[in-house]
C-alpha cells in the first residue's frame, strides 16, 4: 500500500501560482495511474486531474489549461503546478492512487494540503 503525504498548500492572491506536491512511500508508486482531488467543507471530494504510470494526463474542465499533474518517479512525488488560480479553487487538496477506467481514488488519503486563493 502506497501512504502519501501532500504539501505546498498556501493563501495566495487569485491570479497567482502554486505546486502542491506529494511524496510516496514504497517501491509500487511508478506503477500506479495517480490523480489529484479537492474538497471543500459541505462537498463532495471531486477530482482534479489523473496521470497514469506512462503520463498520460487528464483534466477537469474547471482546471483545464490552468494547471498540470507531472510526476517524478525517481523520487516517488507528484506534483500539481497551479497557475491563474481563482478563489474557486479554494479547498483542500489530496492525492491518491487512480483507477483510469472509472476516474476513481483507490486505497486511503493523506493529511492533505490547504490551498486557499483570495480575490
Known amino acids: 500500500q502506497v501512504q502519501l503525504v501532500e504539501s505546498g498548500g498556501d493563501l495566495v492572491q487569485a491570479g497567482g501560482s502554486l505546486r502542491l506536491s506529494c511524496a510516496a512511500s514504497?517501491?509500487?508508486?511508478?506503477?500506479?495511474?495517480m490523480g489529484w482531488y479537492r474538497q471543500v467543507p459541505g462537498k463532495e471530494r471531486e477530482l482534479v486531474a489523473t496521470?497514469?504510470?506512462?503520463?498520460?494526463?487528464y483534466y477537469a474542465d474547471s482546471v483545464k489549461g490552468r494547471f498540470t499533474i507531472s510526476r517524478d518517479n525517481v523520487k516517488n512525488t507528484l506534483y500539481l503546478q497551479m497557475s491563474s488560480l481563482k478563489p474557486e479553487d479554494t479547498a483542500m487538496y489530496y492525492c491518491?492512487?487512480?483507477?483510469?477506467?472509472?476516474?476513481?481514488?483507490?486505497?486511503?488519503w493523506g493529511q492533505g494540503t490547504q490551498v486557499t486563493v483570495s480575490s
Open positions: 491518491a492512487p487512480t483507477r483510469i477506467s472509472t476516474m476513481s481514488p483507490l486505497g486511503s
Open positions: 514504497g517501491s509500487m508508486f511508478s506503477i500506479y495511474a
Open positions: 496521470i497514469s504510470s506512462v503520463g498520460n494526463t
